[in-house]
């Protein structure tokens, strides 16, 4: 039987990206900001999942304003790097997870989630930033990926109770698949952060401090926060926190807090990360 494992949730910020791949995460700006996922480094060192499944949101990379599925699951045996704008980051390929993914897509269309199947895709910062955060600069990539993208970029976007529930979903389809493997759900995005128009900049660190203790222990009720809320107090691109409730339904009903680690600013955002496990199960 696989297992899920663990659950993680970081923000994704791209200047995150180019700070890696320039040798800038020494510089003063950067340096704070790396150290607090230094613990995660080390943990994850230590466990390694087999595949990872992780939800984030394309930016209108790979996807666009002529094509945009509200949950989609990568099937493929690699993902190359999408260029959004500069060149791909010169980072290893992600590879996938074919009969992981194959099963867990099957068993949530039974269940009534219409994912969009990726045959072909090209990751953007969404996934390759966590990914850089959790392993720093390897030759290749330690865990197999399973890319669960979700629009949060365009309305009408998925409310928090589905992805709440998709979350765990994949947690039954998860534990349905004939395999000893270990498998981890990573929530990427947010916090608050907005990226354009007059509230440019804006952050909420009340706010956000709440959104991860509700995540922890009462998930139940957060599920329900209206999207309008994130907009307003978070700022337009603060709805990427929903796809954190899609790792945290994966968890099932009680977590242990593993690690917390919030920062302000990098870019125009401010990063939050948790690293979380199903309770008891360590
Ligand atoms: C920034 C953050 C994001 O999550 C994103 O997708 C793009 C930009 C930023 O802070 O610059
Ligand atoms: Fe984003």
Redesign the pocket.
């Known amino acids: 039987m696989a297992r899920i494992t663990a659950g993680i949730s970081t923000?994704?910020?791209?200047?995150v990206g180019v700070a890696v791949d320039m040798g800038r995460t020494e510089e003063d700006y950067w340096k704070p900001m790396f150290a607090g996922y230094d613990f995660s480094k080390k943990w994850m060192a230590e466990n390694t999942p087999d595949v990872a499944i992780i939800v984030y949101?394309d930016?209108a990379s790979y996807f666009g304003m002529e094509i945009m599925p509200t949950f989609a699951m990568g099937l493929a045996n690699s993902f190359e790097i999408c260029d959004e704008g500069y060149g791909p980051r010169p980072i290893p390929p992600v590879m996938g997870a074919p009969e992981l993914a194959t099963h867990v897509a099957g068993s949530l269309i039974t269940d009534d989630f219409d994912l969009t199947i990726l045959n072909v895709l090209e990751v953007d910062?969404?996934l390759t930033v966590p990914l850089s955060l959790m392993f720093g600069a390897p030759d290749k990539w330690p865990t197999r990926v399973i890319p669960l993208a979700v629009n949060v970029v365009m309305n009408p976007q998925p409310s928090g109770a589905r992805c709440f529930a998709l979350g765990k979903a994949i947690r039954r389809a998860v534990q349905q698949f004939d395999g000893d493997l270990d498998v981890q759900v990573w929530g990427t995005?947010?916090m608050s952060?907005q990226?354009q128009g007059a509230r440019a900049g804006l952050i909420n660190e009340p706010w956000d401090r709440k959104f991860m203790d509700d995540l922890i222990n009462d998930p139940e009720v957060l599920q329900y926060k209206p999207h309008l809320e994130y907009m307003i107090e978070a700022g337009s691109?603060g709805v990427?926190l929903i796809m954190w409730l899609i790792m945290r339904g994966a968890l099932g009903p009680e977590v242990d807090e593993v690690y917390r680690f919030y920062h302000v600013?990098?870019?125009?955002?401010a990063v939050g990360h948790l690293i979380l496990t199903p309770k008891g199960s360590e």
Request: charged share 10%.
């Open positions: 923000s994704h910020v791209p200047a949101n930016h910062h969404g995005g947010g952060h990226i691109e990427e600013p990098a870019s125009n955002t």
